[in-house]
């Protein structure tokens, strides 16, 4: 009894030992400060970096293009120009089958569609080629003359709606009598149209002229509108354009022309010449002429392009040898109460033609104008012009609507017995050739038959030989020269049919993670396999696969190569799942961008998917982060002491983790630890410390062994 209580004495002493150990050991944790063997404790730092999240899966690589091709027809090879792993390009010959019987069945359905051709035009005609030749004539003839009959009808009915605008016309202007515009010369010049005197407001059949000193009566024109020639009629050239001039004007004129200054060298009507300057100064030196600035002269001109309401007034204005402005000034009377804006000559040297429009003005009314001219040296005045306004005649526009109208009616009568004549030609023709409909029907039928024959034969004698529909290696090869191969059918429900000239019928892979449809007997001729472009169709699980989109890109390696690796992209991922084991999977096919030589066709390959990245984020190690529902958090050291804050994390990867926001660049986390002797992982807090303290009891782990 002694010894047990000895013995339990001593098991509760090293059990309070024990206790005051871990106690003690506590106190260290918290207050003691970091030995040096905390560098044993996992950490990282917060830095600027890249995440990718991918999806993996492993497949086996295959060609991407392959193309069973074959004859549609059997027959006996005359020649195989390819042999097993030659490189063909698509439309290269592969091989030839005598045409003879193809050529033979093609000739029998071409005379059977001739001769039934021509049994369905005799069945249509009903009727002799001559009398067929004579009913068309008689049709031809009738719709010609349809045709031209109404040609005519619109013809008439144009003049009418013509003659109607017209009528409408000459009732705006209030229908003035019947006559044409008029156009006259100066009231003291000659007449340029039919020259008239204005007496009372009428004209009369006299001229009127500046050099017989005649004056119009009546009261309309008054008497100070004409001036007397001044010269003799030696001058006339120039003094007829200067008969509106000041008195000083015409007496500086009177003398240059008595000193021979002016010459009257230009023609008998119209502005003065200016081959040679109209005043010339002269100096004591025989060399040189200095053009002294003058007066201008304005010559008026006629009037042209008369209508019912506006006028194109013309004349010439020799500007004096300095800036010269003209006018036009206009009326029904001869005081001239109206004015075209004043316009400048920019060439001060010459003479120069000018004009002006004046709209707005009444039908069948006679108007007087004149040109005015200016410059620093004095005015001149242009004779005054007279012209009338165009008028029109609604009498005679009347007159012309009731013949229009009466035509109008006989051509709509014309036509329509035309018409009638054409539609009884066309009646009486069908009758005449109406032909057994069954007779048509049935040769009809037996034509249409006969062509769908001949357009099979064309094919099946064009497929005698046969072409490559893609480029590749051939990968199987059947038959020799001299052999008869079978017909083959394996492009009748191929995914993909031939875009090549010549025999072609073959079935391709389709690329979209399932092998050829092809429902034929046999393996076909040749097998072409397109070496150079590969692609891998791998299964991903379904809680993976909506996450992998088209176009993401793809690492690949092969576990049969060392340090062989490739890229790709994704191009199909399927609708369709395929379960296996309760497992469900997706195909997902990836195109191979330029394979390794090295790799082979049905070699294994390891796939991995990037299915997402971000680039310079602030990234943790995966593995220092801990997530509770939508709360993560990351243990942070901070001088030694570890601390648990909250952090929003973003993209998740294989090995890095986004942080959005509770970290900053530079700052450490704590890794977990794990423990070899015990399989024990630490993540930070007391067992974090622990380790940085040497461990736990027992050498190891944490209480104990």
Known sequence: MGSKKIRSAIAYAILTAAVLSLAGFAVAYVYMPNSASAASVRTASVTAGNVETSQTATGNIQSASTATVGFPISGTLTAVNVTLGSRVSAGQVIAKISPSSAQTALSAAEASLSAAEQNLTTAEQGGSTANKLSNQLTITNDESAITNDEEQLTTDEADLVTAKQQLSTDE??????????????????????????????????????????????????????????????????????????????????????????????????GPVSTTSSPVQITTTSTTTTTLAPVAPVAVTGSASSIATNEVNLSGSVTPGNTTTSYYFAWGATDKLGQVTPTETLVNTSGTSQVSAVITGLKADTNYLFQLIAQNSQGISKGSMQLFTTASSSCAEEKTVISEDKTAIAKQEATVQNAKETLSTAEASIAQSNQSNNVTVATDEATVAQDQANVTADQKDLQETTLVAPISGTITSLNGAVGETVAAYSGASSASSSSSATGGSTFATNSGKGASSSSSASGSGFATITNLNNFEIIAGFAEADISSIKVGQSASITFPALTNVTATGKVTYVSDIPTTSSSVVTYDV??????????????????????????????????????????????????????????????????????????????????????????????????????????????GGGAFGG
Not at 172 to 199: D, K, Q
Not at 242 to 252: E, F, H, I
Request: proline content about 3%; charged content about 10%; some cysteine.
């Open 589 to 698: 096919t990836i195109a191979v961008s330029n394979p390794p030589s090295s790799v082979k066709d049905g070699m294994t390959a390891d796939i991995s998917i990037v299915t997402g990245s971000v680039s310079n984020v602030l990234t943790v190690p995966s593995a220092a982060v801990t997530t509770n529902g939508s709360t993560s958090t990351v243990t942070v050291d901070e001088n030694g002491s570890d601390k648990v804050i909250n952090v929003k994390t973003g993209l998740v990867g294989s090995s890095t983790t986004q942080i959005i926001s509770g970290l900053q660049a530079g700052e450490t986390v704590v890794l977990p630890v794990v423990k070899a002797s015990s399989g024990v992982t630490s993540t930070g807090g007391f067992g974090g410390r622990l380790a940085r303290l040497g461990g736990g009891f027992g």
């Open 172 to 269: 705006n202007l209030a229908c003035p009598a019947a006559g044409s515009s008029t156009v006259t010369s100066a009231i003291g010049g000659a007449s340029t149209g039919s020259a008239s005197s204005i007496t009372g407001g009428s004209s009369q059949g006299t001229n009127a002229t500046a050099n017989s000193g005649s004056t119009t009566t009546g009261g309309k024109f008054s008497a100070s509108v004409l001036r007397e020639n001044l010269f003799a009629s030696k001058y006339s050239t120039v003094l007829s354009e200067s008969l509106y001039l000041p008195d000083a004007v015409l007496q500086t004129t009177k003398s240059f022309i008595t000193s021979g200054i002016i010459t009257d060298s230009a023609p008998t009507s």
